[in-house]
């Protein structure tokens, strides 16, 4: 059993920054890629960021320059640094993580999810 664990999401103002955390936890034996997705009222869910395990990222184009990734591997923690927020940023933010667990099942993994409000 894996579980992901979010934090960090709330209420903010434009311009504004937050920083999502996501725990991974159970019985993990290795986790390839970490990411965030988010998902607007009315949207289907999309991708934010994912980093692998080596460390290599990909943005979408529109928190490129705003938004940093950055993981723990020894604590099997991934964080999502959000600055320059925009009212278009709102969302409910999902972690994921692909995990390869002891018993040598691939999983992927989502979080519940944690709500960002971009707003004056």
């Known amino acids: 059993q894996v579980q992901l664990v979010e934090s960090g999401g709330g209420l903010v103002q434009p311009g504004g920054s937050l920083r999502l955390s996501c725990a991974a936890s159970g019985t993990i034996f290795s986790i390839n890629n970490m990411g965030w997705y988010r998902q607007a009222p009315g949207n289907e869910r999309e991708l934010v960021v994912v980093?692998?395990?080596?460390?290599?990222?990909n943005y979408a184009d529109s928190v490129k320059g705003r938004f940093t990734i950055s993981r723990d591997n020894a604590k099997n923690t991934v964080y999502l640094q959000m600055n320059s927020l925009k009212p278009e940023d709102t969302a409910v933010y999902f972690c994921?993580?692909?995990?390869?667990?002891?018993?040598?099942?691939?999983?992927?993994?989502w979080g519940q999810g944690t709500q960002v409000t971009v707003s004056s």
């Open positions: 980093i692998s395990s080596g460390g290599s990222t």
């Open positions: 994921n993580a692909q995990v390869l667990a002891r018993d040598m099942w691939k999983y992927d993994v």
